[in-house]
Nanobody, 125 residues
Framework: QVQLKESGGGSVQAGGSLRLSCVAS????????MGWFRQAFGNEREAVAS????????YIADSVKGRFSISQDSAKNTLYLQMNNLKPDDTAVYYC??????????????????WGQGTQVTVSS
């Protein structure tokens, strides 16, 4: 059983920063990649950032490029999302995601086979 547990969400004013963390646990857990998705009210879930666990190559969505960064600490099985210069449009539930089958953590949520429970990020103007 694989579990992904997020933390670090909250409420901030525009221009502020937050860092999300996701701790992974489980037997024989060996994902090809991990990433962050977000879902705002009434919208589809969209990829924000992802990272290949082996090589470290990253993907950052155009909407957050230059403001968000993704990193991992393999020794701690922890994934991070550093979010700077937050905007009201970044308000959403952010989900940690992992893929152990397709090697794609950003093209579609359909490729994700493990999800965290989500953490709310609210940015006020």
């Amino acid at each position: 059983q694989v579990q992904l547990k997020e933390s670090g969400g909250g409420s901030v004013q525009a221009g502020g920063s937050l860092r999300l963390s996701c701790v992974a646990s489980g037997d024989n857990y060996s994902p090809y990649c991990m990433g962050w998705f977000r879902q705002a009210f009434g919208n589809e879930r969209e990829a924000v950032a992802s990272i290949f666990t082996g090589g470290g190559n990253t993907y950052i969505a155009d909407s957050v490029k230059g403001r968000f960064s993704i990193s991992q600490d393999s020794a701690k099985n922890t994934l991070y999302l550093q979010m700077n210069n937050l905007k009201p449009d970044d308000t959403a539930v952010y989900y940690c995601a992992a893929d152990t089958a397709f090697g794609d953590c950003h093209s579609s949520s359909l490729y994700i086979n493990y999800w965290g429970q989500g953490t709310q990020v609210t940015v006020s103007s």
